[in-house]
């Protein structure tokens, strides 16, 4: 178990550029979570994936977010044509769906991203 | 609506002092809680968590909280702070759904330490 792995830690793009980032959840978790952090606040849900179906998406998640999560293992989280508000950190969450609830979930580093 | 506030937005202390890190939360069943610990330019690590039973629970780190119903509050405590443990915190309600449990955070308490 190596932990929620989240790549890059860092991406510096220009606005209307897009990007894409990773998360590679603990193996056994099938449950997986993306959040958007920005300075000062608590995390904010954006989508949440049971294997592969993305079962909730929050109204944070304009048209230009779009999340896959194809083989139940990895997702990906791809923002086209960056604005300036899109600068934050992006984090990605998983737990195991033992039961229903009350299992914590289990966050990455993150992604930080910064929109020039 | 769901929320959690984190009355205190800055909290500093001295090194060797007690800590109280408050939490409210809005939720009209009964919560799950948590409280994570954040330090800059990482993820958020789960300090402990409560789901039913006693009322007074124990963390990584020399963590406690008290969920008290009374009050809608889960407050942090630590009996004597390190300098380590400056960082921000977030109390965080956990409210299931039909399939997923959805997790609202506060806004944090940031800690300094004194040395």
């Known amino acids: 178990d190596t932990g929620v792995s989240q790549d890059p830690r860092h991406k510096i793009t220009k606005r209307g550029q897009n990007v894409t980032f990773r998360c590679d959840p603990i193996?056994?978790?099938?449950?997986l979570y993306w959040y958007r952090q920005t300075l000062g606040q608590g995390p904010e849900f954006l989508t949440y994936?049971?294997?592969?179906?993305?079962?909730?998406k929050s109204r944070l998640l304009s048209d230009r977010f779009s999340a896959e999560r194809p083989k139940g293992s990895f997702s990906t989280l791809e923002i086209q044509r960056t604005e300036q508000g899109d600068s934050a950190m992006y984090l990605c969450?998983?737990?195991?769906?033992?039961?229903?609830?009350?299992?914590?979930?289990?966050f990455g580093d993150g992604t930080r991203l910064s929109i020039l | 609506a769901q929320s959690v506030t984190q009355p205190d937005i800055h909290i500093t202390v001295s090194e060797g002092a007690s800590l109280e890190l408050r939490c409210n939360y809005s939720?009209?069943?009964?919560?799950?809680l948590f409280w994570y610990v954040q330090s800059p330019g990482q993820g958020l690590q789960l300090l402990l968590k409560?789901?039913?039973?006693?009322?007074l629970v124990q963390g990584i780190k020399g963590f406690e909280a008290e969920f008290k119903r009374s009050q809608s509050s889960f407050n942090l405590r630590k009996p004597s702070v390190h300098w380590s443990d400056a960082a921000e915190y977030f109390c965080?309600?956990?409210?299931?759904?039909?399939?997923?449990?959805?997790?609202?955070f506060g806004p944090g308490t940031s800690l300094s330490v004194i040395p």
């Open positions: 939720y009209g069943a009964t919560p799950y």
């Open positions: 193996s056994e978790h099938n449950r």
């Open positions: 409560y789901f039913s039973g006693d009322t």
């Open positions: 969450a998983s737990s195991p769906s033992i039961g229903m609830a009350n299992q914590p979930q289990h």
């Open positions: 994936f049971q294997n592969e179906a993305q079962l909730e």
């Open positions: 965080a309600v956990g409210i299931l759904k039909t399939s997923y449990d959805k997790v609202i």
